[in-house]
């Protein structure tokens, strides 16, 4: 049987899911966990942002650990932190698609 997380540990979990709870940074997250790598420039396409609105969504989601940015050349680099970033983007989709979520805020 698993032990009842800690009080500590729900926080950061609502913590990381409010990070991810954003159209553009959702977005860069999906097509980060489907194309594996993809520059800066990319991501702010793939989320329809202007270049200052994709920088600030990439510093949240890289202050957040979710993304590790390398640079190559004059590009930055965006990967997935780990496989557990896409899992949880993946099946939260999945999950939307089936119709199992009704918004009732």
Do not use: N
């Not at 489907?34 to 969504?57: I, P, Y």
Request: overall charge positive; cysteine-free; glycine content about 4%.
């Amino acid at each position: 049987m698993k032990r009842a997380p800690r009080h500590d540990d729900i926080a950061s979990t609502v913590a990381l899911l409010a990070v991810m709870a954003h159209p553009a940074r959702l977005s860069m997250l999906l097509a980060l966990s489907r194309e594996g790598a993809l520059s800066a420039g990319e991501l702010t396409t793939r989320a329809s942002l202007e270049q200052s609105a994709a920088s600030h969504q990439l510093r949240v989601l890289r202050d957040a650990r979710l993304v590790s940015a390398t640079r190559e050349g004059r590009r930055v680099i965006y990967r997935l932190a780990d496989r557990h970033v896409a899992h949880i983007v993946e099946d939260a989709l999945s999950h939307a698609r089936e119709g199992a979520f009704v918004d009732s805020a």
